[in-house]
């Protein structure tokens, strides 16, 4: 990309699973600083709460000049912060206002991750960045609020919505299943909730993307095509080898959660596509791709 942004850049949340994968896609000409509540392999500046501004501010002087900043630390506990509706405004919502309002301030591009749950989940066709978002739970509630704060007060910046994230050194559902799977040899999994599995390996490098660019506004970036958490299932177990395992489809009501989740929040990924010159892949090659690097 000519012109691209190149220096420092700040990677939120580089403990969690997006933030050390973006930092190991680090691009030639750029400095990746990882910086989280806990330290581990990737974070350079531990300890820092990000709604501090203090703590923020020290952490551009003691890290920085950053040219750019990929915010990826949030409160990702959905059902939890059903219970703490507090504790995950401080974090998405004022977190994401005091590193909008410090990178305006210091010159740095920021691109900030957001959500498929800002969505209801009523359309039946995938959501593209101008439909409104209705969020149900306070996760979507607090990252739709974290967005408008972000870009209120850096209104230059990149807000890229996901959905159902997995990769490398993560929690998540493939390998949740899996576990499920080898020990009771029998699932039964939701059949009315659609999204479209989207693997770390394939957002990183759009989120670099998107920076390198010094892009602004919002997009939607996830994997190609859709599916069920059933659907989804039944491909984990089939690229797993686990084919004699017992699996059998639900509804939503066999599974009570605190937070309702969307039935529908496929996100439609073209206008990110057009900007890269590519798309996602389809998310079933993304599995294998993914299952490649860390077999489950
Ligand atoms: N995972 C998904 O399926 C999914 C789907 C759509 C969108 N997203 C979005 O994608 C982004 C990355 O998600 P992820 O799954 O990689 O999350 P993750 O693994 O939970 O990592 C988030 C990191 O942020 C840290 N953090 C929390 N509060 C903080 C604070 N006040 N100051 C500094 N750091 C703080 C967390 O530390 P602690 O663990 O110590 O709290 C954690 O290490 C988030 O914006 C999330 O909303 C995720």
Known sequence: MSGALR???????AAGMLGSELLLRTPTGCVGVGTDLVAGPSVAAAGVDLSERSAVERLFEQHGPFTG???????????KAEEQPELCANVNVEASRVLAQVCQARGAHLVAVSTDFVFDGAKRT????????????VYGRTKLE?????????????IVRTQWLYGPRGKHFPRTIVGYARSSGKLKVVDDQ???????????PALWDVLLARASGVFHGACEGSCS??????????????VSV????????????PAVRPAYSVLDASKLAALRGRRFADWRRALADYLAVEPL
């Not at 974290?146 to 990149?158: D, H, M, Q, S």
Request: hydrophobic share 40%; with cysteine; net charge negative.
């Open 126 to 137: 995938p959501y593209l960045e101008s439909d409104e978002p209705r969020p149900l739970s």
């Open 246 to 257: 017992e699996l059998n489809a639900c509804g939503s009501d066999a599974y009570p959660r």
């Open 69 to 79: 900043a990929i915010h990826c630390a949030a409160y990702t506990a959905v059902d």
């Open 194 to 204: 659609w999204g479209a599995p989207t693997s770390t390996l394939e957002l990183a």
């Open 146 to 158: 974290g967005e408008r704060a972000t870009l209120a007060a850096a209104p230059g910046a990149a």
């Open 7 to 13: 220096g420092r850049v700040l990677v939120t949340g």
């Open 229 to 242: 958490w059933h659907g989804f299932t039944a491909e984990i177990l089939r690229q797993c080898g686990l």
